[in-house]
């Protein structure tokens, strides 16, 4: 069973890059989609960003499309979120998923596929 580590969340201006960071236990990590998705205060938890098992795949939501790269190194079993141009709005914590019971191969919007998650870092973003 893999386990998710989250990283570098802290908190930055508007306008500013972050880049956080999962890194993974196990050795399957390389044969899984991973997605982040994130929750602001009051708000539910909505789906970021995913990537298929060798990285050649990715989408991205709607909210962050054009701002986010989704990224993967599994030499290092760890996958990626760069944030550019960040916004309060996109403060929240940050949580890497993993499914590992859907095919590596697709990329899932829907956080309904990811069935391990990790414990989150928190991103804040001040205006």
């Known amino acids: 069973q893999v386990q998710l580590v989250e990283s570098g969340g802290t908190l930055v201006q508007a306008g500013e890059s972050l880049r956080l960071s999962c890194t993974a236990s196990?050795?399957?990590?390389?044969?899984?989609?991973i997605g982040w998705a994130r929750r602001a205060p009051g708000k539910e938890r909505e789906f970021v960003a995913s990537i298929n098992w060798d990285g050649g795949t990715t989408t991205y939501g709607n909210s962050v499309h054009g701002r986010f790269i989704i990224a993967r190194d599994n030499a290092k079993n760890a996958t990626y979120l760069q944030m550019n141009s960040l916004k309060p709005e996109d403060t929240a914590i940050y949580y890497c998923t993993a499914a590992t019971r859907r095919s590596g191969v697709l990329v899932y919007p829907n956080l309904d596929d990811y069935d391990t998650w990790g414990q989150g870092t928190q991103v804040t973003v001040s205006s």
């Open positions: 196990g050795r399957s990590f390389s044969t899984y989609s």
